[in-house]
């Protein structure tokens, strides 16, 4: 079942006698490749008005650096927002996935846990030893075989995917 929601929908509802066990969000790692990302896109742009500097006044020399910084500060500001509140919610009765698409869209993605046929995940390989690369994919199926719940950049997929199985088993 999907379900858009609008304007910032942070509150999930839950059913009579439902509890949230736990809630997942991306890894912090992923986010550095974005914030990096960005900032290589923002140096074309200083760049550039540092290059026709001389021909400008001063005034709008400070001016286009200016909006020029405001406006990667929003893209950042924007890309940090829907990073962190993607969400992957555990309850005792299903497994929720919100998934923001802009910051004022979102889906919510859901399954019940009895429905759950299988899940897989990918990881890093032999970094994810290490908890700085523990991060992966983490895919949920039901019993139509189509992927439910994708939850990329997720930490330690393999211990999602155990805590699903063992919530499921109760």
Known sequence: MVTNYSY???QMHLREAEKVLKVYHHHPTPFLKILFKIMVG???FFLLVYLFGPSMPTDVYIWAHIAIFVLFALITI???LIYWLDRLIVTNQRVVFVD???LTI???YETELDDIQDIHTKERGILAVFRI???GIFYLQTASHTTIIE???APDPEGIR???YSVRKN
């Open 8 to 10: 910032f929908s942070l």
């Open 42 to 44: 923002t140096f074309p």
């Open 78 to 80: 924007n890309s940090s």
């Open 100 to 102: 923001w698409q802009f």
């Open 106 to 108: 979102s889906k919510e």
């Open 133 to 135: 690369f523990d991060y």
């Open 151 to 153: 939850f990329t950049d």
């Open 162 to 164: 155990q805590f699903v």
